[in-house]
Each structure stands twice: as structure tokens, then as C-alpha cells.
């Protein structure tokens, strides 16, 4: 069946995470992705130990099914290659810095004379204007900025980042979401997304919080929820696991479960609400309950009767778990041997599925593009 995006050609100038990671959305969904890079190519060929053939695992994650073209966009020669690949596009993805997106002509007024149609995106640290539009971004700067660090933690320790790229690939698919929504409008134009702007839109319920009720949001031991009781990892006889209980529906149904049905009139357990005004009594009495059998005995107990729970897994185990392999999430991109795996893409549709081809190689697909090669 025909791919979501087919016929559509995007053109990528970026590196490392953010701006890949938009371009790799749109490839799975079936657009022609250009990733136009550097002489010397994206850094994230280079960034990890680790190689599968020629292929390093780091670029490979993100960079799947996309074509490679190096220009050196410094140069008129580049500057007249990328000219004649935006006349037949649809939008440009940069995640540059907004100086050098300036200086190399990479926003909508520098190209619309090649194309009233296309749409250009911009994806910074903090804006493509502004005082501040030039500073550093990365992800690590980002979630120290925003608060997302100071909110992550046990209180008393320091505070953490998420153990992921959360800035980088929630400004990527945010990225992604105005590109495709000025080629719906069907007209060219700039779209500007900063990722300081993204993660503080992702703080939503306790932004609001702060803003509209003055509340000092503050981290709560063990990744507890600031308003649901429970609702955080507690320590088991084996393993971590996590509890989410939201209704008192379900409240009446673990305390049966574990063995106190007189929690449930109890007047400092009975509600949310009460939970919530004495959450240190009931996470300690909660805590020396499930520390009588492991997290996966727990799951087994309490999963069937449609408790929120689940065990904490490492990386290695979700990868392998029956829930990746019963959505199809590791797939082969091509059919290199030694394979070259990665996740599937999130989004799934009824009448398509994705084809995961190869990361391309430096400039691989040069004389396809543009008819010559520019090494």
C-alpha cells in the first residue's frame, strides 16, 4: 500500500539527534528523506564504539532509510547544488545553530525564491531570534534550564537528567508535527521550534501548578507522582516495582489483594484524597507489605485483577520482553549480514508498514540526487 508520505521529499541538514530523529520519522512514515551533510559527514557517524560493518550503531538508530548527498554549503558550488534540491521539495529540517543557519541560507525568506512551497524548519536550542537564540543547546543544558533536572531525583540527591535524549527527540517529533502541519495548509512558510520551548510545554500540569497556584513543585522519594497515592517505584524481596493506583476502585481491590481489607474504611486510606494528606504513612505501611514477596510475584497477584503495575525492567529486558515482541518493535534494517537492528517506528497504520532500509553511506546517493558526484 501507498506510504503515508510517499511523494514527499524532505530535505535534512543536521546532526547528531534532534533534526535526524525528525528526518527518521518522516522516512519510516514513506517521505524521501536527503540527509545533506558535511564533506567530512554527520559527527554522529563517529560517535559511538560501536560498528556493525561499516555502519556505526549510533547513526544507524537514526538515520535508517534515508539518502546521503555531502555538500559543502560553505562554497557556491554547494550553495547552487542545495538550490536546485529545494526547487523539488517539499520542506528543509535544520537543526544548526541559528547563525549558521543564517550565514548558509537555510531559512524560508533565504530560499523561497527557489520555492513559494516550501516549508523550513528550524530547530534550536532557543529560538532562531533573540538575544539568547545563539547560546549553547544541548540536551543536558536544556533539561537544567527548565527545570526538568531540579524536578528528576530523590530529594536530597542531586538532581538527575532523564536517562534518555528527552529534549532531542521531543523537539524532533515536535519538529515533525509543524512541518507536517504547514504541508497540510499548503503553504511554504518558517516553522521555528525551540527546544527549550518543547520541554517547558512538556511540564504542562505542573507549570501550571506553579503558575496559577503558586504550588513549589518539589521531587518526591522514588519517582512518586506529586498528587496520586500511590503512585511510584517501591523496593520488593527481589526487584522494583512500580504501583499506580488512581481510582479507589482499585484502591479496594489491592488492599484485599495484599491482606488489609480495613485499609479500605480506614479514614487515612480510604480515598485519594486522603492518600494524597497522608502519603508517608501509607507509602511506609505500603512499602513493608511488599517487601514480603518479589516484584514479578507482585505482578503475577495484582496484574489480573487490573491494578496498575508493572516491574521495573532494565533496557536489555524490555528489548527481549514479550511486549516487544508481540508489538514487532526490533526490526532488521536491510538485509545486511551481520543484521543491523533497531526499534520499529511508534506509529502504525492499517493499510502500511514500513520498509527499514540501510543508513546511507557518506555521499552514497549523490549521483542519484543530483546527477554527478560532488566528492
Same mark, same amino acid.
Given at each position: 500500500?501507498?506510504?503515508?508520505?510517499?511523494?514527499?521529499?524532505?530535505?535534512?541538514?543536521?546532526?547528531?539527534?534532534?533534526?535526524?530523529?525528525?528526518?527518521?520519522?518522516?522516512?519510516?512514515?514513506?517521505?524521501?528523506?536527503?540527509?545533506?551533510?558535511?564533506?567530512?559527514?554527520?559527527?554522529?557517524?563517529?560517535?559511538?564504539?560501536?560498528?556493525?560493518?561499516?555502519?556505526?550503531?549510533?547513526?544507524?538508530?537514526?538515520?535508517?532509510?534515508?539518502?546521503?548527498?555531502?555538500?559543502?554549503?560553505?562554497? #557556491?558550488?554547494?550553495?547552487?547544488?542545495?538550490?536546485?534540491?529545494?526547487?523539488?521539495?517539499?520542506?528543509?529540517?535544520?537543526?544548526?545553530?541559528?547563525?549558521?543557519? +543564517?550565514?548558509?541560507?537555510?531559512?524560508?525568506?533565504?530560499?523561497?525564491?527557489?520555492?513559494? +512551497?516550501?516549508?523550513?524548519?528550524?530547530?534550536?536550542?532557543?529560538?532562531?531570534?533573540?538575544?539568547?537564540? !545563539?547560546?549553547?543547546?544541548?540536551?543536558?543544558?536544556?533539561?537544567?534550564?527548565?527545570?526538568?533536572?531540579?524536578?528528576?531525583?530523590?530529594?536530597?540527591?542531586?538532581?538527575?537528567?532523564?536517562?534518555?535524549?528527552?529534549?532531542?527527540?521531543?523537539?524532533?517529533?515536535?519538529?515533525?508535527?509543524?512541518?507536517?502541519?504547514?504541508?497540510?495548509?499548503?503553504?511554504?512558510?518558517?516553522?521555528?521550534?525551540?527546544?527549550?520551548?518543547?520541554?517547558?510545554?512538556?511540564?504542562?500540569?505542573?507549570?501550571?501548578?506553579?503558575?496559577?497556584?503558586?504550588?513549589?513543585?518539589?521531587?518526591?522519594?522514588?519517582?512518586?507522582?506529586?498528587?496520586?497515592?500511590?503512585?511510584?517505584?517501591?523496593?520488593?524481596?527481589?526487584?522494583?516495582?512500580?504501583?499506580?493506583?488512581?481510582?479507589?476502585?482499585?484502591?479496594?481491590?489491592?488492599?484485599? #489483594?495484599?491482606?488489609?481489607?480495613?485499609?479500605?474504611?480506614?479514614?487515612?486510606?480510604?480515598?485519594?484524597?486522603?492518600?494524597?494528606?497522608?502519603?508517608?504513612?501509607?507509602?511506609?505501611?505500603?512499602?513493608?507489605?511488599?517487601?514480603?514477596?518479589?516484584?514479578?510475584?507482585?505482578?503475577? +497477584?495484582?496484574?489480573?485483577?487490573?491494578?496498575?503495575?508493572?516491574?521495573? +525492567?532494565?533496557? !536489555?529486558?524490555?528489548?527481549?520482553?514479550?511486549?516487544?515482541?508481540?508489538?514487532?518493535?526490533?526490526?532488521?534494517?536491510?538485509?545486511?549480514?551481520?543484521?543491523?537492528?533497531?526499534?520499529?517506528?511508534?506509529?502504525?497504520? !492499517? !493499510?502500511?508498514?514500513?520498509?527499514?532500509?540501510?543508513?546511507?553511506?557518506?555521499?552514497?546517493?549523490?549521483? #542519484?540526487?543530483?546527477?554527478?558526484?560532488?566528492?
Amino acid at each position: 500500500m501507498s506510504a503515508p508520505l510517499s511523494g514527499i521529499r524532505i530535505l535534512e541538514i543536521g546532526h547528531m539527534l534532534a533534526g535526524p530523529y525528525c528526518g527518521l520519522m518522516l522516512a519510516d512514515m514513506g517521505a524521501e528523506v536527503i540527509k545533506i551533510e558535511a564533506p567530512q559527514g554527520d559527527i554522529a557517524r563517529t560517535v559511538s564504539p560501536h560498528f556493525v560493518g561499516p555502519h556505526n550503531a549510533y547513526f544507524a538508530s537514526l538515520n535508517r532509510s534515508k539518502k546521503s548527498v555531502a555538500l559543502d554549503l560553505a562554497t #557556491e558550488e554547494g550553495q547552487q547544488d542545495l538550490g536546485r534540491l529545494v526547487e523539488t521539495a517539499h520542506a528543509l529540517i535544520t537543526n544548526l545553530r541559528p547563525s549558521a543557519i +543564517r550565514k548558509l541560507g537555510l531559512t524560508y525568506e533565504a530560499l523561497r525564491h527557489r520555492n513559494k +512551497r516550501l516549508v523550513c524548519v528550524a530547530l534550536t536550542g532557543y529560538g532562531l531570534e533573540g538575544r539568547y537564540a !545563539d547560546n549553547p543547546a544541548y540536551d543536558y543544558v536544556i533539561q537544567a534550564l527548565t527545570g526538568v533536572m531540579d524536578l528528576t531525583g530523590d530529594p536530597g540527591a542531586p538532581p538527575s537528567k532523564a536517562g534518555y535524549s528527552a529534549v532531542d527527540n521531543s523537539a524532533g517529533l515536535m519538529a515533525a508535527l509543524g512541518l507536517l502541519a504547514k504541508i497540510v495548509q499548503g503553504r511554504g512558510g518558517q516553522v521555528d521550534v525551540a527546544m527549550y520551548d518543547v520541554m517547558l510545554s512538556q511540564l504542562n500540569y505542573l507549570a501550571g501548578a506553579a503558575l496559577n497556584a503558586g504550588q513549589v513543585v518539589e521531587r518526591q522519594a522514588h519517582s512518586a507522582h506529586p498528587y496520586v497515592v500511590p503512585a511510584q517505584i517501591f523496593p520488593t524481596a527481589r526487584g522494583w516495582l512500580t504501583l499506580f493506583i488512581t481510582h479507589d476502585k482499585f484502591w479496594r481491590i489491592f488492599a484485599s #489483594e495484599v491482606g488489609h481489607p480495613e485499609w479500605i474504611d480506614d479514614p487515612v486510606f480510604a480515598t485519594m484524597d486522603a492518600r494524597r494528606t497522608n502519603r508517608r504513612v501509607v507509602v511506609a505501611a505500603i512499602t513493608q507489605v511488599l517487601a514480603q514477596a518479589s516484584a514479578d510475584e507482585w505482578v503475577r +497477584r495484582l496484574g489480573p485483577l487490573g491494578v496498575v503495575v508493572a516491574q521495573v +525492567r532494565t533496557l !536489555d529486558q524490555a528489548l527481549h520482553s514479550e511486549f516487544t515482541e508481540a508489538r514487532g518493535l526490533v526490526v532488521a534494517l536491510g538485509d545486511a549480514d551481520p543484521p543491523l537492528r533497531a526499534v520499529a517506528c511508534p506509529v502504525r497504520f !492499517d !493499510d502500511f508498514s514500513p520498509s527499514y532500509g540501510q543508513p546511507p553511506l557518506l555521499n552514497e546517493h549523490s549521483k #542519484e540526487i543530483l546527477g554527478g558526484d560532488l566528492t
